[in-house]
């Protein structure tokens, strides 16, 4: 019997798919249950153990689909975080939403893709739906703006930073001739807050601009920047012959959940016609919520904008989204493939997404996000925000009263930052411990961060079927934990 006659009934479609979900789902279930909470305990060490005693990852035979699957499916389970578990609370890191899973088995079973019509018709057809939704929210025009459905905060700076260059040198032919522009006209230089994600750094490197060409922009007392010292730190870079391409303001520190003040950036850009990208990857959810959406006010006059839905959206990874407000934005980006997309066939009709991307092949992860927008709405997802951020506000208060903790500041979203305070010895080595030994016996994943040097730990609130008595018994866990490194030598 050959290979292909084993397979269980073919290579794809729906009905070959039903005995092998019955497995997955079992081996989830079983995998679950030895696991015993939000990871596996015993570190590092344990789960390369566990993973390698199934076997080889490449046997001169297989073993067959269903041993395959059910095997590797439990001990992947069994060794895996499972962010629907109230105790993990490290990062941003959500449970998918059920459906929305779902909705992502559906894209994998059909593997369009979204660089020719041909590949992806429906897919083309979603993502430009919900593109068109998710731009209306953010308050530009639906009939004008565009974007695309990217791999997550990290590809939306990059792509928006790709395109600030182009639009700042006035070449919309794309890299190559933008290129040699950069020598003739100066440096260039990205002007973004001190706490911005390192993405941004990095995207210039990648871009050839150079990771030193970020100027960092001094922040407030709340870790806001100052659109005093941005205006003047692009000023100061036009009369040393620099060219500044893109201010990038952050809707959504990693760690605090900072929302720098938009209006202000916005009005700073304006006066000096340098493209506005605001960075909403982790803040961008606050739109769903009527109570939050005030934050971001001032977004809508961004240039583009980055949000990724695998935060606040509770999608499976991966659902980031870029958005310019016009589409001729874009035309960097464009490119003629006789296999993909001829001009006759674009003319009549059949026009893929292949100058949205810089990836080629691109799964229709709009899909999932589809399915969930339709099945929620807005006030939907909006409750799930607020639930989350009412979790985050009991936990700083919880923390406030603890007479072994201290808070570092009020959150503004889902992210509360604290520590615990020993009586004595160094509170950044009880803190960095402590986490270990949560971690090392599987009964907490809690967060890691530094200010000034000094190490605090953080809670990263984004299960909405967490409650209060969860917050508070992992808030336990971590006093707990923080007496136990008293005694230890």
Same mark, same amino acid.
């Given at each position: 019997?050959?290979?292909?006659?084993?397979?269980?009934?073919?290579?794809?479609?729906?009905?070959?798919?039903?005995?092998?979900?019955?497995t997955?789902?079992?081996?989830?279930?079983?995998?679950?249950?030895?696991?015993?909470?939000?990871?596996?305990?015993?570190?590092?060490?344990?789960?390369?153990?566990?993973?390698?005693?199934?076997?080889?990852?490449?046997?001169?035979?297989?073993?067959?689909?269903?041993?395959?699957?059910?095997?590797?499916?439990?001990?992947?389970?069994?060794?895996?975080?499972?962010?629907?578990?109230?105790?993990?609370?490290?990062?941003?890191?959500?449970?998918?939403?059920?459906?929305?899973?779902?909705?992502?088995?559906?894209?994998?079973?059909?593997?369009?893709?979204?660089?020719?019509?041909d590949?992806?018709?429906?897919?083309?057809?979603?993502?430009?739906?919900?593109?068109?939704?998710?731009?209306?929210?953010?308050g530009?025009?639906?009939?004008?703006?565009?974007?695309?459905?990217?791999?997550?905060g990290?590809?939306?700076?990059?792509?928006?930073?790709?395109?600030?260059?182009?639009?700042?040198?006035?070449?919309?032919?794309?890299?190559?001739?933008?290129?040699?522009?950069?020598?003739?006209?100066?440096?260039?230089?990205?002007?973004?807050?001190?706490?911005?994600?390192?993405?941004?750094?990095?995207?210039?490197?990648?871009?050839g601009?150079?990771?030193?060409?970020?100027?960092?922009?001094?922040?407030?007392?709340?870790?806001r920047?100052?659109?005093?010292?941005?205006?003047s730190?692009?000023?100061?870079?036009?009369?040393?012959?620099?060219?500044?391409?893109?201010?990038?303001?952050?809707?959504?520190?990693?760690?605090?959940?900072?929302?720098?003040?938009?209006?202000?950036?916005?009005?700073?850009?304006?006066?000096?016609?340098?493209?506005?990208?605001?960075?909403?990857?982790?803040?961008?959810?606050?739109?769903?919520?009527e109570?939050l959406?005030?934050?971001?006010?001032?977004?809508?006059?961004?240039?583009?904008?980055?949000?990724?839905l695998?935060?606040?959206?509770?999608?499976?990874?991966?659902?980031?989204?870029?958005?310019?407000?016009?589409?001729?934005?874009?035309?960097?980006?464009?490119?003629?493939?006789?296999?993909?997309?001829?001009?006759?066939?674009?003319? /009549?009709?059949? %026009?893929?997404? =292949?100058?949205? &991307?810089? @990836?080629?092949?691109r799964?229709?992860?709009? *899909?999932?996000? #589809? $399915?969930?927008?339709?099945?929620?709405?807005?006030?939907?997802?909006g409750?799930?925000?607020?639930?989350?951020?009412?979790?985050?506000?009991?936990?700083?208060?919880?923390?406030?009263?603890?007479?072994?903790?201290?808070?570092?500041?009020?959150?503004?979203?889902?992210?509360?930052?604290?520590?615990?305070?020993?009586e004595?010895?160094?509170?950044?080595?009880?803190n /960095?411990?402590? %986490?270990?030994? =949560?971690?090392? &016996?599987? @009964?907490?994943?809690?967060?890691?961060?530094? *200010?000034?040097? #000094? $190490?605090?730990?953080?809670l990263?609130?984004?299960?909405?079927?967490?409650?209060?008595?969860?917050?508070?018994?992992?808030?336990?866990d971590?006093?707990?934990?923080?007496?136990?490194?008293?005694a230890?030598?």
């Open positions: 019997m050959t290979v292909s006659d084993r397979l269980a009934g073919g290579v794809g479609g729906p009905e070959h798919l039903r005995p092998l979900l019955a997955a789902l079992d081996a989830l279930g079983k995998g679950a249950v030895q696991r015993d909470g939000p990871l596996p305990a015993g570190g590092p060490d344990a789960v390369t153990r566990a993973v390698a005693d199934v076997g080889e990852a490449l046997p001169s035979g297989g073993v067959g689909e269903q041993q395959a699957l059910s095997e590797l499916a439990e001990v992947f389970t069994a060794s895996a975080v499972d962010p629907a578990d109230p105790a993990c609370a490290a990062h941003l890191h959500a449970p998918p939403l059920a459906v929305a899973v779902a909705a992502d088995l559906v894209a994998s079973t059909l593997n369009s893709s979204l660089d020719s019509w590949q992806g018709p429906s897919g083309t057809v979603v993502e430009s739906s919900v593109l068109r939704a998710l731009a209306e929210l953010v530009y025009h639906p009939d004008a703006a565009t974007g695309s459905i990217t791999s997550g990290t590809e939306s700076n990059l792509t928006g930073l790709l395109l600030a260059r182009e639009h700042a040198l006035g070449d919309a032919a794309g890299v190559a001739p933008a290129a040699s522009g950069m020598r003739e006209r100066g440096p260039m230089r990205v002007f973004c807050s001190a706490e911005a994600h390192f993405s941004v750094a990095r995207a210039a490197g990648v871009l601009i150079g990771e030193d060409s970020v100027i960092g922009v001094p922040v407030d007392d709340r870790h920047m100052d659109p005093a010292a941005l205006e730190s692009i000023v100061e870079a036009r009369e040393a012959g620099e060219v500044p391409i893109a201010v990038v303001a952050t809707a959504g520190t990693t760690d605090l959940g900072v929302i720098d003040p938009l209006v202000g950036i916005a009005d700073v850009a304006e006066r000096t016609g340098v493209w506005l990208h605001v960075d909403a990857a982790y803040g961008g959810g606050a739109l769903f919520s109570r959406t005030p934050l971001l006010r001032g977004v809508r006059r961004a240039d583009s904008v980055a949000l990724d695998h935060k606040l959206g509770w999608q499976p990874v991966a659902a980031g989204v870029l958005l310019t407000r016009d589409r001729a934005l874009f035309e960097p980006l464009e490119r003629r493939v006789a296999y993909l997309n001829t001009e006759d066939d674009e003319v /009549a009709g059949y %026009r893929g997404l =292949l100058g949205r &991307s810089l @990836r080629t092949t799964r229709p992860d709009a *899909f999932k996000i #589809a $399915v969930t927008l339709r099945a929620l709405g807005r006030d939907g997802l409750e799930l925000v607020d639930r989350c951020h009412d979790l985050a506000r009991h936990a700083a208060s919880h923390v406030s009263a603890h007479p072994r903790l201290e808070l570092y500041r009020d959150p503004v979203l889902t992210t509360v930052v604290f520590r615990y305070l020993p004595h010895g160094d509170p950044d080595g009880r /960095a411990k402590l %986490r270990r030994r =949560l971690l090392d &016996s599987g @009964r907490a994943v809690v967060g890691r961060t530094e *200010f000034g040097d #000094a $190490v605090w730990l953080k990263t609130v984004l299960n909405p079927r967490a409650t209060e008595a969860d917050i508070e018994a992992l808030l336990a971590v006093d707990a934990a923080g007496q136990k490194e008293k230890t030598p």
